[in-house]
């Protein structure tokens, strides 16, 4: 908005030069304006989009907490007894030393910062979500992190609060807002081919019970699944593996893969 203003005056400068040189009668006259338009004109112009732009710019939509809670949740139950998923549980993360889950294996990079001692508070686990890799590199945990601290604010209150007492308000974020998911959503949806497809998800996806290190992709939403797919294609998640298997899927076969798994009929 700003250039265009800015590329709006110097069409009138130059117009204001072209009168002076084909009109000296109008010197005086075209002196005055352009002095006009350098300290009147031009700075209220500025001064009013100022004022137009700062509640643009507050209206503008913020993830919700269930959009930005909605990663953690695919890898992680809020089960306080400890029912694992690809990642221990996060009931109770308050003051937990990093790393003290005995039924979990956690990766060498974890393992190491946890003989740092190293407890879960507002501290470390805001400078972990902020960038995972830059407080624990080498981290198994292919999450990019939330670089907006208003965001992560967000997710901190939850977490150090009671994150399982509000899991039911979370587990339908609306993803389907993004355009990219949109598209797939309205794509139609071959089911026979996504069946096909889901073989060599199932190489390495199996469901909760048997996933390993891998997460199971048997119960998430629709858009969601179609969303995670989308950020390991565009590189915003950063595990190769799944940035190889993603990029050479289009919205075809992110149609009928998601169709096909948010019924949960292909079984192993």
């Given amino acids: 908005?700003?250039?265009?203003?800015?590329?709006?005056?110097?069409?009138?400068?130059?117009?204001?030069?072209?009168?002076?040189?084909?009109?000296?009668?109008?010197?005086?006259?075209?002196?005055?304006?352009?002095?006009?338009?350098?300290?009147?004109?031009?700075?209220?112009?500025?001064?009013?989009?100022?004022?137009?732009?700062?509640?643009?710019?507050?209206?503008?939509?913020?993830?919700?907490?269930?959009?930005?809670?909605?990663?953690?949740?695919?890898?992680?139950?809020?089960?306080?007894?400890?029912?694992?998923?690809?990642?221990?549980?996060?009931?109770?993360i308050a003051g937990r030393p990093l790393g003290s889950d005995r039924d979990y294996t956690y990766s060498e990079a974890f393992t190491r910062k946890a003989s740092e001692g190293v407890v879960w508070d507002r501290t470390t686990l805001d400078r972990f979500l902020e960038h995972p890799q830059g407080m624990a590199e080498g981290t198994a945990m292919s999450y990019a992190g939330i670089p907006d601290p208003d965001e992560r604010a967000l997710v901190l209150d939850w977490l150090l609060s009671d994150p399982s007492g509000k899991v039911a308000d979370l587990v339908d974020a609306n993803y389907n807002r993004d355009p990219a998911v949109k598209e797939v959503m309205n794509a139609p949806a071959d089911e026979e081919y996504g069946e096909y497809l889901a073989g060599e998800c199932l190489t390495c996806h199996q469901p909760s019970d048997n996933s390993g290190r891998v997460p199971s992709i048997h119960n998430l939403t629709p858009d969601y699944f179609i969303y995670a797919l989308l950020e390991y294609k565009n590189g915003a998640r950063s595990n190769r593996v799944m940035q190889t298997v993603s990029g050479s899927l289009g919205t075809e076969e992110l149609a009928a893969l998601s169709a096909v798994f948010s019924q949960e009929r292909v079984e192993r």
């Fill in 1 to 92: 908005m700003y250039s265009n203003i800015h590329i709006f005056i110097l069409i009138v400068d130059h117009f204001m030069v072209y009168v002076v040189r084909t009109c000296p009668q109008c010197t005086n006259m075209t002196v005055v304006f352009r002095a006009k338009i350098t300290t009147k004109i031009y700075p209220s112009l500025l001064l009013l989009l100022s004022i137009i732009a700062i509640p643009l710019a507050v209206a503008q939509d913020k993830p919700s907490l269930q959009e930005l809670a909605a990663p953690c949740l695919a890898c992680h139950s809020l089960d306080p007894d400890g029912h694992k998923h690809v990642g221990p549980t996060l009931a109770g």
